[in-house]
């Protein structure tokens, strides 16, 4: 695209105030920036702007899931059968494992790649370190090398691919880790123009979790799994160092009952815990966050006693291949948050704010569950598969995930 295009383009669309400072940028800086603008979908953030997300759960029929499989419940016969089909098809290659990590760990005090974050177990070790050590002790349990792809972020992704170079991919197979890039999507301010993060860089973020589905298709990742005859992709966060993608148990409940879709849960602590939940919307499998749930709602117990609403989704989820290609070739809708920010206003000044000044748009993982049949939902203990790393302090933080990681290691054979 040449200047002249762009002009054109922009003033179409409202937009000319993302050329302000063009004839102060360098040759190399003005080729930047037409670039960033071509790739713009225009029409796409114009709906968006017109658009802003509006909660409607309260016109929706919401009920609860009903079939949760409790791992705890269930018999030692069945869980020998389905963990034997499970480790069948994992020995067969048919399970992959995706880390998404395109977030920085600024709310830990790190600067980098939240998964370069070293947690002071024994010996210490960054999380992507942490994660690496479960896919090598899956090879030794079933003689294959579990496929890890990991979505980085335009901010990250070079960074990511150095720590992993720098450490000789901690001793894994260097053919089985693929990297691939998130999503963005511009920033707008309340009037809805597109701000610039400085002159001749446009303001992006990260289109959200939701944003994977697009990612894997556009990345050639879903192409990648059916060259390798890989069927199901297991998703999950970096942050939690007692993930468990690798599930013989659970991939064995999926083949068996024909499943395309499986979550992992646990039971909210108390009607207050700011956890999304399971249930079904209008009849689809969904995920419903706790902003959304009416505190009487989430009070509603059953006749044992337990919470209606019990099922808290901590991102695990494992999906067919088919139904992966099935969302990516969907638009998920986008969720708009209120953010602060510091970008260049018209007068060359840098505009911040105490209070929110841009609209920040995502989409949601969970988003995609629509679009499945049924799901499996498959609960387990917080302490054996969740210690998430999230605030520098207090609830969810390095300390609190170090002692749940310790105590797990030292009460189980860890693999």
């Known amino acids: 695209m040449n200047y002249e295009e762009a002009v054109e383009l922009l003033k179409k669309h409202n937009q000319e105030q993302l050329l302000n400072f063009y004839n102060e940028l360098n040759d190399s800086q003005k080729e930047s920036l037409l670039e960033q603008i071509s790739n713009i979908n225009f029409e796409l953030m114009q709906s968006l702007y017109e658009n802003l997300y509006v909660k409607t759960l309260e016109e929706n029929y919401i009920d609860p899931i009903e079939n949760a499989v409790i791992k705890d419940k269930m018999s030692a016969e069945d869980k020998?059968?389905?963990?034997?089909?499970?480790a069948s098809a994992i020995k067969n290659g048919e399970l992959a494992v995706c880390s998404m990590a395109g977030g920085q760990g600024t709310r830990l005090g790190h600067e980098?790649?939240?998964g370069?974050?070293?947690?002071?177990?024994?010996?210490?070790?960054?999380?992507?370190?942490?994660?690496?050590?479960?896919?090598?002790?899956?090879?030794?349990?079933?003689g294959v090398y579990i496929n890890w792809y990991i979505m980085t972020s335009e901010a990250n992704n070079d960074e990511t691919v150095k720590f992993f170079e720098d450490n000789n991919?901690?001793?894994?197979?260097?053919?089985?880790?693929?990297?691939?890039?998130?999503?963005?999507?511009?920033?707008?301010?309340?009037?809805?123009?597109?701000?610039?993060?400085e002159k001749g860089k446009i303001f992006r973020a990260a289109d959200g979790n939701?944003?994977?589905f697009e990612a894997l298709c556009r990345n050639n990742i879903i192409q990648d799994m059916q060259q390798k005859n890989i069927k199901y992709l297991c998703i999950g966060n970096v942050d939690n160092i007692l993930i468990n993608q690798v599930d013989s148990l659970l991939i064995g409940m999926m083949k068996e009952k024909n499943y395309n879709l499986a979550s992992k849960s646990v039971p909210k602590k108390s009607a207050t815990e700011r956890v999304g939940v399971f249930g079904k919307i209008n009849g689809q499998p969904a995920v419903i966050e706790y902003s959304?749930?009416?505190?009487?709602?989430?009070?509603?117990?059953?006749?044992?006693?337990?919470?209606?609403?019990?099922?808290?989704?901590f991102g695990c989820n494992i999906f067919s291949r088919e139904?992966?290609?099935?969302?990516?070739?969907?638009?998920?809708?986008?969720?708009?948050?209120?953010?602060?920010?510091?970008?260049?206003?018209?007068?060359?000044?840098?505009?911040?704010?105490?209070?929110?000044?841009?609209y920040?748009?995502?989409?949601?993982?969970?988003?995609?569950?629509?679009?499945?049949?049924?799901?499996?939902?498959?609960q387990v203990k917080r302490e054996e598969e969740f210690a998430p790393i999230k605030n520098k302090e207090g609830e969810d933080s390095p300390q609190t995930a170090k002692e749940l990681y310790m105590n797990y290691v030292s009460n189980n054979n860890h693999d």
Request: charged share 30%.
């Open 360 to 378: 920040k748009f995502e989409a949601f993982i969970f988003d995609g569950f629509m679009l499945a049949d049924d799901i499996l939902i498959f």
């Open 80 to 86: 020998n059968r389905y963990s034997e089909i499970g």
């Open 169 to 197: 991919y901690f001793e894994y197979s260097k053919e089985h880790i693929k990297f691939f890039k998130q999503g963005e999507l511009p920033l707008l301010d309340f009037d809805g123009k597109i701000v610039l993060q």
């Open 292 to 313: 959304d749930i009416d505190p009487e709602m989430a009070r509603k117990t059953k006749e044992d006693g337990t919470l209606v609403f019990s099922e808290s989704h």
């Open 116 to 142: 370069t974050f070293v947690v002071d177990i024994e010996p210490a070790k960054a999380i992507f370190e942490i994660l690496t050590d479960k896919l090598k002790a899956a090879y030794k349990k079933y």
């Open 210 to 212: 939701g944003g994977i």
């Open 323 to 358: 139904l992966l290609e099935k969302i990516g070739n969907k638009k998920l809708p986008y969720h708009v948050a209120r953010k602060k920010n510091m970008y260049v206003g018209a007068n060359e000044e840098m505009l911040a704010s105490i209070e929110a000044n841009t």
């Open 112 to 114: 980098g790649p939240k």
